[in-house]
């Protein structure tokens, strides 16, 4: 069963904007871990953000916030003043705590394209 | 050293042949991950490495596909009679293995299968 699900194949953003890209994912734990991460055309994995299931407050990172709603299984990254810097796949992933084995399964991704 | 390295970074093959492909995790982190990346495609999990436990297998596409990780630290991941369709770059991860940690990722071995 998909985990992880990035419904936006490309998103495409003006320079200084905001932009969310979605992430809904599936668990049935009451403890997991959420994170965002970058992947620039030189193929690097940048690891931007990260949420806990029991963090009451929203992750924030410099210009990185995450939408966590819980009750809807959502974990949607917000840009806020885009950069042509931050053209790249994003990838959403998310570690599943209480099982025996909690390793870290990804979405497919959404390609952002930043214009001047 | 200071990241996760892998080597080669580059690896051309004809089919039929086996490969080796080298991880080395940050030290001190005894969670270790492969994934295989398709271009322009997601990370699909392959094999998870969690501290003495046995791994988690449950990503590996066939019975050619094997990987192990010696004393904790370094991990090889095997590919047997290579297909065209093993074509792909291979990314190794490490983490702590606190839930809450990010894991870091090595550059990846871009295998092609002539």
């Known amino acids: 069963a998909q985990k992880i699900t990035q419904t936006q194949p490309g998103m495409f953003v003006q320079e200084k904007e905001a932009v969310t890209l979605d992430c809904t994912y599936d668990?049935?734990?009451?403890?997991?871990?959420l994170f965002w991460y970058k992947q620039p055309s030189s193929g690097e994995m940048i690891f931007l953000i990260y949420?806990?299931?029991?963090?009451?407050q929203n992750a924030t990172e410099g210009r990185y916030s995450l939408n966590f709603q819980k009750a809807r299984k959502s974990a949607n990254l917000v840009i806020s003043a885009s950069q042509l810097g931050d053209s790249a796949m994003y990838f959403c992933?998310?570690?599943?705590?209480?099982?025996?084995?909690?390793?870290?399964?990804f979405g497919a991704g959404t390609r952002l394209a930043v214009h001047p | 050293g200071a990241g996760v390295s892998q080597s080669p970074s580059n690896k051309v093959t004809e089919k039929g042949k086996d490969v080796e492909l080298r991880c080395d995790p940050i030290?001190?982190?005894?969670?270790l991950y492969w994934y295989r990346q398709s271009l322009g495609q997601g990370l699909e999990f392959l094999i998870y490495?969690?501290?003495?436990?046995?791994?988690?297998k449950s990503g590996l596409p066939s019975d050619r596909f094997s990987a192990e990780r010696t004393g904790g630290s370094v991990s090889t991941l095997t590919i047997q009679r290579t297909q065209q369709e093993d074509s792909a770059v291979y990314l190794c991860?490490?983490?702590?293995?606190?839930?809450?940690?990010?894991?870091?990722f090595g550059q990846g071995t871009r295998l092609t299968v002539v």
């Open positions: 030290s001190g982190h005894t969670a």
């Open positions: 490495f969690q501290g003495n436990s046995a791994p988690d």
């Open positions: 992933a998310m570690r599943e705590i209480s099982g025996g084995y909690n390793k870290l399964i």
């Open positions: 991860a490490s983490s702590l293995l606190t839930a809450n940690t990010e894991a870091f």
């Open positions: 949420q806990g299931s029991y963090d009451e």
């Open positions: 668990t049935s734990d009451q403890s997991y871990g």
